[in-house]
């Protein structure tokens, strides 16, 4: 039989090649991959477009309770439709266990959340911040073996953070189920310290933020969570590494061959400290504060070297998106954060962003190779997370999600161009070469120039493999 679908004359991207083939899709799978395949029932033209994998953003926050009242600007409906407006294909948010919660029972509330409401395809970290002895001995394993072969700790947060035991405990558990562990490395102890005199000094906005998440403590938590890792032999994933110090604590174990994978994000190549002022250090700097918190020109060199040069594995958005102005103080411009940076939401938006970014800013300035763009944001990520090869390849069998990616097309940033919840984007006004223009899932177009089609909610959940890693 011929194909649904056939993506004539562009050049497809892997993450180790690039050549010029037409590829064939039927029943949502990649068939075909030739130089010339027959007529299909639909044809697209790809002349002078890349054909990568589907973006997959294995790092953002939809609908997540906070603590404090806050809101978070994106549920699945519109965080999925921004993500696919960007490029992306899959995304994987986390299911937060609360405090004194099953950790099941919050995952559940994702799922119902998440069903029917999904334009990419989903699947769920999980976050452990309560390991009781039935979350260790039970749940968790069960979670794993059910397919949520990776979950998040905290080294910091009053309500998420564990001790060095119950990090050792966790990663006992990932070492016996073969999951992946993600790891938030930021030293509490020290952050509350910098925050108690900071306040003292009565230096409360935004911009402090940065400096009480000081790149020591993140440095240092960085290294304890490798070296626990060593010790229980487990592979660790340092998440959202902002930049020099805390990676080269990975270098340095990566060196010595342990398994130790790393993170990075576009705010810190394209962000600075200087953001968190604002105008003149007021409060439009909150709407950069993000936890690790954007360091300085220096990091953000540093950064790009370990992008290519293996120190990073995979680049994700860490989309994590409260309004600016939200109704009824549920922004981050409510009273009390005005009162002090401490209680700023920690989060930006980004998912429609990180791909365009890091194409324009690493692969159109000559930083980064086009191959390595599609391994640090679709196939390693593919990977790492048990996806692989469903996902992030472009190989015959995969399920066909593509993104179609126009290398000469200009933009700018601008919050009226995005289809996120948020009210704001800290990349606004960015100057950007090489955006998506078709994002297709499973064979369907799901967005095409900036527009999502309804009908193209047809994301589905995945269960997940162990992971790479392992
Ligand atoms: N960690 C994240 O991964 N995202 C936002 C805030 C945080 O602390
Ligand atoms: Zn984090
Ligand atoms: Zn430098
Ligand atoms: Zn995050």
Redesign the pocket.
Known sequence: AGCDLAIRGGTLVTASDQFRADLGIRDGKIVEIAAEIADAREEIDATGLMVLPGGIDA?V?LAQPTSDGTVMADDFLTGTRSAAAGGNTTVLPFALQVKGSSLRECLTAYHEKAEGACYTDVSFHLIVSDPTPQVLGQELPALVRDGYSSF?V?MT?DDLVLNDAELLDVFDVARRERALVMV?AEGHDAIKHMTRRLEEEGKTAPYYHAVAHHQIAEREATHRAISHAQLIDVPVMI??VSGRDPMEQIQWAKKRGMKVFAETCPQYIVLTRDDLKGLNMDFEGAKYV??PPPRDTDSQDAIWEGLRDGTFDVFSS?H?PFYFEGANETGKDNPRARTSFKWVP??IPGVETRLPILFSEGVRKGRISIERFVALTSTNPAKLYGLYPQKGALVIGADADITLWDPERKAVITQASLNHGADYTPFEGMEIEGWPVRTILRGQTIAADGEVLEQGRAGRYLSRATSSAW
């Open positions: 790092h926050h998040k905290f947060y938030h998440v959202h993000c936890s860490d994590c920690n989060g």
